[in-house]
């Protein structure tokens, strides 16, 4: 960016000496200066779609190769051998440390250059628990402890219920939470905004004088499946124990309740937080061949939730940003820049290990050309979001039109994602994947997250347009504009 506006000037400067050296014309117009630049600038941008557009057959490669040739279903593979030999993968847990040591030895064995960044990271255990309702009859209620929740006493929590739909609710009705369990029966109306009853409930809750919470999971759908997730205790309020129930329950509570009768509940939880664990990011790389020291990166996060497998959240993301690079590598591509690929360590506790990684390589902000998340989901991609200049824009909304082949030639806003979103704060240009999530908060967190929600050929169409976008940005002539 910095270099085509010196281009820019140069040009208006000496646009200007030579109209003002003419022996007709005393002063240049203004706006002949504008025009020229605009010109310029047209002519720039020309130039781009024409070396973009160069990149047709070797998109193509790319995309047969992953769709139809000898590595479909590869990612697919690869995830089932994955998951069904580790299982889930919780943020300080053996179980993470021999996801790690399993993705360091296949990506090595798949003739990448690998190695290991160490990370400090929460270890949260979520130990026994249950949950059963004493009145106005017996019933046993599935539970989810919340990640970094407090545990209760060993004899557990036995209270009266209060049944709210809002924190406004439970605001006006604060006089009533004294002692009691509350809990949140707030409809679903967007990820983004009812995962604060997640993040903040049990804090709202111990400010009115709540015991505990329980919190209505928060998904659209389910099938009495309660969903975990990390949630945030405000400095200076009492933790107490929290946890999400199911849909099921929350609005069974919500009609008992509306109906006058008493609701009481029993609560037992040993969730407790241990001493940060140690544990690594895995990159993977193929060197750049002119700058090896500026890097395109990809990325997807390594560990999970204690429950399910971590199919879809993030073991799919992980397993095409290894994808990507062993199609590249199986082409004989070696672009100009660096393809990295990052799998991150406890992303499920707020982006820990990518914030460490970001401490670690800022120093070299300038030589980090795009980063790329994939952490929702690889169901069918529908387009590529992207977070950058309006001249970067203009650059990647010609790298999609290589998608044709695989109908995702749609570039849209809101390139964004919890692992890189350090980098973008810090100017650089970021790209994530938009898929046909609809079904995505159905399992999310959950037991449902499995294989079971995979399709092999929704991962390839991932995989294909995952290289294609990182391999032409990797080769260009220049750098993404900030």
Known sequence: MAREGGQLFLLSLFLYLSVLSSPCICHPHPEAVVRAVSNHTA??????????????????????LAVSGAAQNRSYTRLADFTDTIGNRVSGSQNLDMAIKYMFKAMTQDGLNVHLEPVKIPHWVRGKESAEMILPRAKSLSILGLGSSVGTPPEGIEAEVLVVKSFEELKLRASEALGRIVVFNQPFVSYGETVAYRAYGAS???????????????????INSPHTGWQDYQDGVKRIPTACITMEDAELMWRMAQRGQKIVVRLTMGAKTL????????????????????????????????????????GGGAMISWEALSLIKDLGLRPRRTLRTVLWTAEEQGGVGAQQYFDLHKVNLSNFDIVMESDSGTFAPVALQFAGSDAAQKVMEEVVKLLAPINTTKLEAHGEGTDISPWLKAGVPGASLHVADSRYFWFHHSEGDTMAVQDPRDMDLCSALWAVVAFVVADLQDMLPR
């Open 43 to 64: 002519r720039r941008v020309s130039d781009i779609a024409a070396e973009v557009a160069g990149y047709v057959d070797v998109a193509k490669k790319i995309i047969d």
């Open 275 to 314: 001493p940060d664990a140690d544990s690594f990011n895995t990159v993977a790389e193929i060197t750049g061949w002119q700058h090896p020291e500026q890097v395109v990166l990809l990325s997807g996060h390594l560990d999970s939730w204690d429950v399910g497998q971590g199919a879809m959240d993030d």
């Open 204 to 222: 709202e809750a111990a400010k009115v004088g709540a015991v505990a919470t329980l919190i209505r999971s928060v998904t659209p759908f389910s």
